[in-house]
């Protein structure tokens, strides 16, 4: 894992790139579907306005993603454009929160993984195919023949008075 201070590449408006294992996120592997390759990573390191260390950057990561209309497992790219504040207290996150996301860090070192993993989650597509309607592989449904149509709760008033009459005698 790499470690760094945010603070201190803040100072020299430095910028972090590389490449770090999906297996080396705690939460990432399972939700990406796969546990090899690599998060490519760009991050550059400044201060906003209020002095806070503000963390501009991208991520992107290989998936193997389910297509919920077809139930087929999908390979694509997830991108997450990160975009956030470094805080020091849930009170300050709180505060900025309806402007900025945030992470609440101390003055020591934290992991590239912890500043850009909920970033990545978050950026995971709800779908896979691009448009489900039209999925090749989506499940057809069986045409309705003309006239009839299934009614399963069709006999339950029948039941019911059935329970009934025999709750009565």
């Known amino acids: 894992m790499v ?3 945010a603070s201190e590449y803040a100072r020299s408006n430095r910028i ?9 996120f705690a939460r990432l592997p399972e939700s990406l579907g796969r546990t090899d390759g690599f998060v490519e990573v760009q991050l550059e390191f400044t201060f906003d306005a209020n002095g806070r260390v503000h963390v501009v950057g991208n991520a992107v990561a290989p998936a193997e993603l ?10 694509c790219e997830v ?10 207290t849930e009170d300050e ?4 929160f309806a402007d900025f996301d945030s992470i609440v860090l101390g003055d020591g ?7 850009i993993e909920d970033d990545i989650l978050l950026s995971i597509p709800p779908s896979v195919c691009m448009d489900t309607e039209k999925c090749g592989n989506r499940p057809q449904e069986l045409p309705n023949e003309k006239g009839k149509s299934y009614r399963p709760f ?4 029948l039941v019911a008075k059935a329970v009934d009459k025999s709750q009565t005698s």
């Open 3 to 5: 470690a760094l201070v």
């Open 109 to 115: 070192p934290t992991t590239i993984q912890d500043l």
């Open 66 to 75: 389910m297509c919920y209309a077809c139930m087929k497992a999908r390979r």
């Open 79 to 88: 991108t997450a454009h990160i975009d956030l504040r470094v805080v020091r």
């Open 16 to 24: 972090w790139q590389g490449k770090l294992r999906i297996s080396s």
């Open 154 to 157: 069709q006999r339950i008033g």
């Open 93 to 96: 996150a709180k505060e900025i």
